[in-house]
């Protein structure tokens, strides 16, 4: 800009202008419904493998749309198989609702994988958006989807993820404990509970709460624990218990989801790009092997770690002492007695304490979905934008 017009006007004043002349370049709301089809085919030529598709009613007017990136359906590979869903109003004019899917990388940040537009929230809208996941989104052994409590997800997800399961996040849930005026008392041991990696520690909290408030407890156990508790929980939940990663997307997205729909993508786009370029940055400067995330967990375990003591009962089998509590560690199967080495694939502070006194390398008992090398390659692709509708070239 500064070479171009002589006059140095500031990055963010430059980019604020910008905005506004795309947004002039984009048109009216009306408008942005009619260039859809071209903007999308765009989006695919910038972005080779993108898939996108557009459903209309019987009036032929615009009803939804998806759109997974190319560089997410080949990252998604790379990230644990767990996948967040929910659908935020727009506020935009025409009051739609976006969807968006994301799941978590190496390094523990939220992965964006598939987005959607609907012109309002209705179960048909949520059908046809899950039929189009399973198109591009790949199904994963161990699959599991974290949601609220939404009855056309559970739809969606029913219908076209049938492999899938389905859990609940566990703070939507305590939401509607709070609606029903649950006292903080027994939303703590609902916490615990569902926390919980052993069933017997599971059992005992809830019936701790049982005698508290009976009538909460019955509104809980509606909903099976297989669906909220990780102790019950039929897949390895990898610690993630809540839809906060999806939450966090939406809060990025907030100031897109006032725009018109064409800026929205542009918006979604431009965040990608930034995200997918910062991350595949940082993956290539790091010298550890595993992530910065998990560097740092093992470094937060590793104090816990040295108020333990450790027994040696064969070379790679241990007695772990902690503060009373008694634990077998396997390092040869990866698994102690309190679960968490085994369910989150990370060593657990009394794995880390055998580890250490056997001077092994703890990044070695990490699982690969947490190394340097899968970060890295999550983040290979590029998210191209779509620009100014005069470069553009529609057959
Ligand atoms: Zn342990």
Redesign the pocket.
């Known amino acids: 800009m500064k070479k171009k017009f002589g006059i140095d006007i500031g990055y963010h004043k430059a980019w604020r202008a910008i905005q506004k002349v795309v947004a002039c370049i984009r048109g009216t709301p009306e408008e942005n419904y009619q260039i859809l089809p071209s903007y999308l085919h765009m989006m695919v030529g910038k972005n080779p493998g993108t898939y996108t598709s557009i459903k209309r009613d019987a009036q032929n007017r615009f009803a939804c749309m998806f759109f997974a990136p190319a560089a997410s359906i080949a990252g998604w590979s790379y990230c644990r198989p767990v996948i967040a869903v929910d659908a935020t109003f727009l506020k935009s004019k025409y009051n739609g609702v976006l969807f968006v899917v994301v799941s978590k990388d190496a390094n523990n940040q939220i992965f964006p994988l598939c987005f959607g537009i609907a012109d309002s929230k209705n179960n048909e809208a949520y059908i046809w958006f899950f039929g189009e996941m399973r198109k591009e989104i790949q199904v994963r052994r161990e699959l599991f989807f974290l949601s609220d409590r939404n009855q056309s997800i559970a739809n969606g997800i029913r219908k076209f993820f049938l492999e899938a399961h389905h859990g609940i996040c566990l703070y939507h849930f305590e939401k509607n404990l709070k609606q029903r005026h649950a006292k903080a008392t027994v939303i703590n041991l609902f916490q615990s509970a569902a926390r919980s990696y052993k069933r017997e520690d599971f059992n005992q909290l809830m019936s701790q709460f049982k005698s508290i408030d009976k009538k909460t407890y019955n509104y809980i156990m509606e909903e099976p624990p297989e669906r909220w508790a990780r102790s019950w929980f039929p897949r390895r939940r990898y610690d993630r218990l809540t839809t906060n990663m999806v939450e966090s997307m939406n809060s990025v997205l907030l100031k897109g989801r006032e725009m018109y729909i064409l800026r929205i993508l542009d918006f979604i786009q431009e965040k990608l790009g930034e995200w997918f370029y910062e991350r595949r940055k940082k993956a290539n400067e790091t010298f550890h092997r595993v992530s910065i995330w998990a560097e740092e967990e093992i470094t937060r375990k590793m104090d816990l770690a040295c108020k333990i003591f450790v027994f040696n009962l064969d070379s790679m089998l241990f007695r772990?002492n902690s503060e009373g509590i008694e634990?077998i560690?396997d390092l040869k199967k990866r698994t102690?007695?309190?679960?968490?080495?085994q369910l989150d694939e990370l060593?657990?502070?009394?794995?880390i304490a055998a580890i250490n006194k056997r001077y092994l390398q703890k990044s070695d008992y990490y699982s690969n979905w947490y190394s340097r090398e899968t970060w890295l390659k999550t983040y290979e692709g590029y998210v191209n934008t779509v620009e100014d509708q005069k470069s553009w070239d529609i057959p």
């Open positions: 772990i634990f560690v102690c007695d309190c679960l968490e080495f060593p657990c502070p009394h794995a």
